[in-house]
Structures are given as structure tokens and as C-alpha cells.
């Protein structure tokens, strides 16, 4: 068999083929410049790659960044539909990613607040939160700077004032789970 064939049935590329060949890893020998494998030979080669365990990367949480959630502000007619908005820019100090629209992100939260005031007052204090992502740290005294909380020497930025029913520190993991996800 070639290196052809022998790649097809193995489903690996042809390099790898003659990486078997080369080091022994399969029966070949080489005529007229090519290898012609042992179909023996690779069979079980292709035995022993199937019994490998291949280890699988932990499930996590994915944040949903299409997510959208509707409510109705104090004293308006129509409902709102907020998605999340992810912004990326690049300025003098490096790369910035700004995060909006957090209410889709911490819906289950949300939900979860029984009292129809308290929710609606909540939204309205989450309207203007933003988490700030940027790849150059800066060093600041205080770690929370007019309502601004700064994490990891500043290179992530939660504005948050905080509501009773959703405290500063919800955005905060929040700010780090997106984090994660968007690899930044």
C-alpha cells in the first residue's frame, strides 16, 4: 500500500505516514524512492491510535452573548430588548474591549428578584454598567475609583454602583467569566 491509501484509511495526513514509516512505527520498506507499507503493519497502528484516550477539554459555562432581555422602564409605553455589546478598539495604551447591555448575562439574576421595583430599579442601575477589558495594566492606588472597580492592576474595569438585589460583586464574576470566554 502507499502513502496515499495508507493516509486515507488511517485518516491522517500523508506526512504523518512517512513519519511512521521513518521512525518504525509501521512495517515499510522503501522501492524506487517510495513506501509500500504493510497493511498489517499500519491496521494495527491504527489499533493502537483508537485506543488512545483522547482527554477532553472541562465544560464550562458559556456565557451566551446573543442573549436578549425585555422589560418595560418606569414610565415608558414600549418594552426594551437589550444584547449585550462587546466593543473593541485599539488606542496608545493597547487594546480595549468594552462590555454593555449586562442584563441578558445576569438574566438568571434578575429573574430571580421577586419584587417588581426592586427588579425594575435594578435594570435601571444595570443600564449603565460597562465591564472594561484592556491588555495594559495600570497601577492605581485605590481599587474602586468613583464607582469604577479595578481588578488584575486594571486591566479589567467594572462600573457598577450596585443595587440591594444585585451587588457589585454579581458583575465582578461576571467581568471574570467574560474574561475567560472572549480570551482576552
Same mark, same amino acid.
Given at each position: 500500500?502507499?502513502?496515499?491509501?495508507?493516509?486515507?484509511?488511517?485518516?491522517?495526513?500523508?506526512?504523518?505516514?512517512?513519519?511512521?514509516?521513518?521512525?518504525?512505527?509501521? =512495517?515499510?520498506?522503501?522501492?524506487?524512492?517510495?513506501?509500500?507499507?504493510?497493511?498489517?503493519?499500519?491496521?494495527?497502528?491504527?489499533?493502537?491510535?483508537?485506543?488512545?484516550?483522547?482527554?477532553?477539554?472541562?465544560?464550562?459555562?458559556?456565557?451566551?452573548?446573543?442573549?436578549?432581555?425585555?422589560?418595560?422602564?418606569?414610565?415608558?409605553?414600549?418594552?426594551?430588548?437589550?444584547?449585550?455589546?462587546?466593543?473593541?478598539?485599539?488606542?496608545?495604551?493597547?487594546?480595549?474591549?468594552?462590555? =454593555?447591555?449586562?442584563?441578558?448575562?445576569?438574566?438568571?439574576?434578575?429573574?430571580?428578584?421577586?419584587?417588581?421595583?426592586?427588579?425594575?430599579?435594578?435594570?435601571?442601575?444595570?443600564?449603565?454598567?460597562?465591564?472594561?477589558?484592556?491588555?495594559?495594566?495600570?497601577?492605581?492606588?485605590?481599587?474602586?475609583?468613583?464607582?469604577?472597580?479595578?481588578?488584575?492592576?486594571?486591566?479589567?474595569?467594572?462600573?457598577?454602583?450596585?443595587?440591594?438585589?444585585?451587588?457589585?460583586?454579581?458583575?465582578?464574576?461576571?467581568?471574570?467569566?467574560?474574561?475567560?470566554?472572549?480570551?482576552?
Amino acid at each position: 500500500m502507499n502513502t496515499t491509501a495508507a493516509a486515507t484509511q488511517a485518516k491522517v495526513t500523508v506526512a504523518t505516514i512517512r513519519t511512521w514509516c521513518r521512525i518504525g512505527a509501521v =512495517s515499510a520498506v522503501k522501492q524506487a524512492g517510495r513506501w509500500v507499507i504493510d497493511t498489517a503493519s499500519l491496521a494495527a497502528r491504527i489499533a493502537i491510535g483508537s485506543m488512545r484516550t483522547r482527554k477532553k477539554a472541562p465544560v464550562t459555562d458559556t456565557l451566551d452573548l446573543a442573549a436578549t432581555y425585555t422589560w418595560t422602564p418606569a414610565g415608558a409605553a414600549d418594552a426594551v430588548t437589550l444584547t449585550p455589546t462587546v466593543k473593541a478598539r485599539r488606542n496608545a495604551s493597547g487594546n480595549i474591549t468594552t462590555v =454593555s447591555n449586562l442584563a441578558p448575562l445576569l438574566a438568571d439574576q434578575i429573574d430571580g428578584i421577586t419584587d417588581e421595583g426592586a427588579r425594575r430599579h435594578t435594570l435601571t442601575v444595570l443600564e449603565s454598567a460597562r465591564i472594561v477589558f484592556c491588555d495594559t495594566p495600570h497601577d492605581e492606588a485605590a481599587p474602586t475609583i468613583s464607582g469604577v472597580t479595578l481588578l488584575d492592576r486594571g486591566q479589567v474595569r467594572v462600573q457598577y454602583q450596585g443595587a440591594r438585589d444585585l451587588p457589585v460583586q454579581a458583575v465582578i464574576d461576571l467581568a471574570h467569566k467574560l474574561r475567560a470566554q472572549l480570551g482576552l
